[in-house]
T-cell receptor, first 114, second 115 residues
Framework: GENVEQHPSTLSVQEGDSAVIKCTYSDSASNYFPWYKQELGKRPQLIIDIRSNVGEKKDQRIAVTLNKTAKHFSLHITETQPEDSAVYFCAANAISGANSKLTFGKGITLSVRP | DVKVTQSSRYLVKRTGEKVFLECVQDMDHENMFWYRQDPGLGLRLIYFSYDVKMKEKGDIPEGYSVSREKKERFSLILESASTNQTSMYLC??????????????FGPGTRLTVL
């Protein structure tokens, strides 16, 4: 099955700096790669996703890049703000027949220092 | 907006009790999922369902069962709760159609404590 690894487990940056979070996946058939943000005490929410037919997607301060050959994808946050502090999960879909489930990484805790 | 609701935010049960966690979604999604979330372990899939009365085991199904009698409702059952099932349980749903296909929408979670 699909295996998604996420490193490091914690990341601390100064406000205004950029943060990059990387994930690797194992199943070359995966074609959907979402990133979820979970603030303390709240549910995970999708912040950006990318499908395998594109290499990069951007939405304001966040972007995701995908390297299918190397089987890794990264989340880039520019001009970080304290409200970016949260746990971020990457995921990849695992296709089983006609159905698709997501396999999540273990999550990274991002702390933005004011 | 997709709404995924869970029956309880907090639940305290005793070892050996039968526990039901309910999840309801209002967007006519085909797929529904149950995860447990533990510190340092991320989101681990317990069971999922891609149609009414259909279910598939996830990565950690032991000690759990599920029921999906209606499309909008997916129940997680702990037949005999044990202390190692103390965790945050998250329900999610997704569709195979339209621009949001594959995206999973999460419920608020149920914090279960088994004493």
């Amino acid at each position: 099955g699909e295996n998604v690894e996420q490193h490091p487990s914690t990341l601390s940056v100064q406000e205004g700096d950029s943060a990059v979070i990387k994930c690797t996946y194992s199943d070359s058939a995966s074609n959907y790669f979402p990133w979820y943000k979970q603030e303390l005490g709240k549910r995970p929410q999708l912040i950006i996703d990318i499908r395998s037919n594109v290499g990069e997607k951007k939405d304001q301060r966040i972007a995701v890049t995908l390297n299918k050959t190397a089987k890794h994808f990264s989340l880039h946050i520019t001009e970080t703000q304290p409200e970016d502090s949260a746990v971020y999960f990457c995921a990849a879909n695992a296709i089983s027949g006609a159905n698709s489930k997501l396999t999540f990484g273990k999550g990274i805790t991002l702390s933005v220092r004011p | 907006d997709v709404k995924v609701t869970q029956s309880s935010r907090y639940l305290v049960k005793r070892t050996g009790e039968k526990v039901f966690l309910e999840c309801v979604q209002d967007m006519d999604h085909e797929n529904m999922f149950w995860y447990r979330q533990d510190p340092g372990l991320g989101l681990r899939l317990i069971y999922f369902s891609y149609d009414v009365k259909m279910k598939e085991k996830g990565d950690i199904p032991e000690g759990y069962s599920v029921s999906r009698e209606k499309k909008e409702r997916f129940s997680l059952i702990l037949e005999s709760a044990s202390t190692n099932q103390t965790s945050m349980y998250l329900c999610a749903s997704s569709t195979n159609r339209g621009p949001t296909y594959n995206e999973q929408f999460f419920g608020p979670g149920t914090r279960l404590t088994v004493l």
